[in-house]
C-alpha cells in the first residue's frame, strides 16, 4: 500500500475532518477557509483576532475610565480651590470718565427723545410711569399706574411749566406705553402740590437734558465715582455715582440726597441707560431709558397741539383772514363751546351761543373742581354780568343755558372778565375787524373733517392763535393762559336765537 495514502487515511492526521467539519466543507478552489501557506492555520480559524480585539476594548475602557477618574479629581480639587473675586473697590474717575459722566445731558439733548419706564417708590406706594421724554420740546407723555397712582392714575403730559392729566380711576394698576394719538378730550390741568412725589420725578426727567455739558472737574470735586461694570439690554456699560443733574437754569448742583449718591448706568458713546436715585418725598427712584423707541410725540390742545413751522402768510391766506369779519357777521353768529384750563389748577367747561350782530354771547359755564354749580356767562355792549345757578349733569359736557334767562336769579356785573372772557371777547372782535398784521402761520391742522390754518398773534404777553378755515370762517379761538397751558374756543357758525339781557341785580357789580 502507498505510504502517502496510508498517512491521508490515518486517524487525527491533517486530511481527517476536524470534529466541527469546517475544514473540509471548504469551498472548491480554496478560500478563507484554505490552510495558510505551508500548511499553518490561519489566525481566524485559530480565534486570535477576536481575543487580541477583546483585549484592546478592555484596555480602551480602562484608559477612558482612567482619564474620567483623574478628571473627577481636577475638579474636586478645582472647587475646593476656588475663590470667588475679589469685589472692585470704587474709585475716582479717569479724565475720559468724567468728560463722559458730563456730557450725558448733552447727547440726551442731542438724540431728542427717549422711551421711558420709570418706578417711584416700593411696594403698596410703588408708583410707575410708562411712555416718552422729547428733551427738544420738552415734553412728557406717560401712562401712570402701580398701587400708589392714586388720583394721577390715567395720562398724562407735561411740559416744565404745566402739567394736564387725564384721569382714568379704572384703569388697570400696571402701566402700560400710552396710545401714539392721546385722546382728545378729558385732559384737565392739575397742581401737583409742593414735595408731591410725582413732581420730584417729573423735574428729574426734564432735567436730564441740557444744551452744554457739566464741569467734568465740578463732577469729580463733587464725588462723582466708577464704581462697576455691568451689561444691559444696551450693551455693557460703565456705573458711576455722581450728584443729581442741576435745573438748567441753575449752575448749582441740588443737595444730595439722603440715600447716597444717585448711579448712572453709560455706554461709552455718553448715553444714560439707567439711572437710581433716592428722591425726597418720592423715596427709591429707578429711571430705564429705552434710546431706540423714540417716537415723535404730539402735545395734546391743552398744551398748544403740534408746534408747526411758523412762516408769514402768502397772499392767499392774508385775504382769507382780512376777509374773516364780512363772512361772520354773514353768518351771524356761532354755537360755542368752551374748553379752559386757567389758573394753576382751574378747569372751565362751557356751551352756548355768541352773535356778531347783536355783538353779545351766553354761556353756562361749569368748573370741574365745583360740579355741583354753575356760572351763567353774559357778554354784551355794556360789559360783563354773570349768575350763579345749581349745577346738573355732567360738567365735562354742560348744557348750553337757559333761554329766557331764567327769572328770580340774581346776575352780578363785571368789571373786567377772567381769562375765558378775554377769549369770548376776542372772538366777538372777529366779527368786526381781522387780525392784525403781525400774525404768523404756525401749521395746517384739522377740526372735526375740517383743514384750518393755525395763525399765531403775539402783543405782548398775549398769545391768540385762531384756526381759519378754508372758506375763510373762524372755527377756534386760543388763548394761553396763566396756568402755561391753552384755553379753546370752538366755533360753529350759523343762525343763532336771539340772546336777551338778564335782569341785573341792583347795584350788583363786583
Known amino acids: 500500500m ?33 490552510p495558510a501557506p505551508g500548511g499553518a492555520a490561519s489566525p481566524d480559524d485559530t480565534g486570535l483576532l477576536p481575543r487580541i480585539a477583546g483585549r484592546r476594548r478592555r484596555g480602551l475602557l480602562a484608559l477612558l475610565g482612567a482619564v474620567a477618574a483623574l478628571s473627577a479629581a481636577g475638579l474636586v480639587l478645582g472647587l475646593l480651590s476656588w475663590a470667588p473675586d475679589p469685589p472692585v473697590e470704587p474709585r475716582t474717575l479717569t479724565v475720559a470718565e468724567s468728560e463722559r459722566l458730563a456730557a450725558v445731558r448733552v447727547t440726551n439733548y442731542r438724540e431728542l427723545r427717549a422711551g421711558l419706564h ?3 417708590g416700593d411696594g403698596a406706594t410703588r408708583t410707575e410711569l410708562m411712555g416718552w421724554i422729547d428733551w427738544s420740546r420738552p415734553l412728557l407723555y406717560l401712562d401712570v399706574g402701580g398701587p ?17 392729566i387725564r384721569p382714568d380711576p379704572a384703569a388697570v394698576p400696571t402701566a402700560a406705553p400710552p396710545p401714539l394719538v392721546p385722546p382728545t378730550d378729558r385732559w384737565r390741568l392739575h397742581r401737583l402740590p409742593d414735595g408731591n412725589a410725582l413732581a420730584a420725578v417729573l423735574d428729574l426727567l426734564f432735567n436730564l437734558s441740557a444744551d452744554r455739558p457739566e464741569s467734568a472737574g465740578a463732577l469729580r470735586d463733587a464725588g462723582a465715582r466708577w464704581v462697576a461694570q455691568e451689561t444691559l439690554t444696551g450693551g455693557p456699560m460703565d456705573v458711576f ?3 443729581l ?9 441740588p443737595t444730595p440726597p439722603s440715600g447716597g449718591l444717585p448711579r448712572y448706568w453709560v455706554d461709552q458713546e455718553a448715553r ?21 423707541d423714540r417716537p415723535t410725540l404730539r402735545p395734546v390742545d391743552a398744551l398748544g397741539g403740534r408746534p408747526g413751522l411758523p412762516r408769514e402768510l402768502t397772499a392767499a391766506e392774508r385775504n382769507r383772514l382780512e376777509n374773516i369779519p364780512a363772512r361772520l357777521r354773514a353768518r351771524g353768529g356761532a354755537t360755542v363751546t368752551l374748553n379752559a384750563p386757567v389758573g394753576r389748577d382751574t378747569n372751565l367747561r362751557g356751551a352756548g351761543w355768541l352773535s356778531w350782530t347783536e355783538r353779545s354771547a351766553y354761556l353756562a359755564v361749569a368748573d370741574l373742581g365745583v360740579p355741583d ?16 345757578v345749581p349745577g346738573a349733569g355732567d360738567p365735562e359736557r354742560p348744557d348750553r343755558p337757559p333761554l329766557p334767562p331764567p327769572a328770580g336769579t340774581a346776575w352780578y356785573a363785571d368789571r373786567d372778565g377772567d381769562e375765558s372772557g378775554r377769549l369770548l371777547d376776542a372772538a366777538l372782535a372777529a366779527g368786526r375787524v381781522a387780525p392784525p398784521a403781525t400774525v404768523e402761520r404756525l401749521r395746517e391742522d384739522s377740526l372735526g373733517d375740517r383743514t384750518v390754518d393755525v395763525v399765531e398773534v403775539a402783543s405782548g404777553a398775549n398769545r391768540l392763535r385762531y384756526w381759519v378755515d378754508r372758506d375763510g370762517l373762524l372755527r377756534r379761538v386760543e388763548l394761553h393762559t396763566g396756568g402755561g397751558a391753552w384755553a379753546q374756543l370752538d366755533l360753529t357758525p350759523g343762525p343763532v336765537p336771539r340772546l336777551p339781557a338778564p335782569r341785573r341785580a341792583a347795584g350788583g357789580a363786583r
Request: no cysteine; glycine share 12%; aromatic share 0%.
Open 272 to 292: 444714560l441707560h439707567r439711572l437710581t436715585a433716592h428722591l425726597p418725598g418720592a423715596g427709591p427712584v429707578t429711571v430705564t431709558l429705552n434710546r431706540t
Open 373 to 388: 354749580r354753575r356760572t351763567l356767562l353774559r357778554r354784551d355792549v355794556a360789559g360783563w354780568s354773570r349768575a350763579e
Open 118 to 120: 420709570v418706578t417711584v
Open 148 to 164: 400708589g397712582a392714586g388720583p394721577q392714575r390715567g395720562l398724562l403730559q407735561a411740559t416744565p411749566t404745566a402739567l394736564v
Open 245 to 253: 443733574p442741576a435745573p438748567s437754569t441753575t449752575a448749582t448742583p
Open 2 to 34: 502507498d505510504t502517502s495514502s496510508a498517512r491521508a487515511t490515518r486517524p487525527g492526521s491533517a486530511a481527517t475532518s476536524p470534529t466541527d467539519g469546517t475544514a473540509a466543507a471548504g469551498p472548491p478552489g480554496g478560500g478563507a477557509g484554505d
Open 241 to 243: 455715582t455722581a450728584p
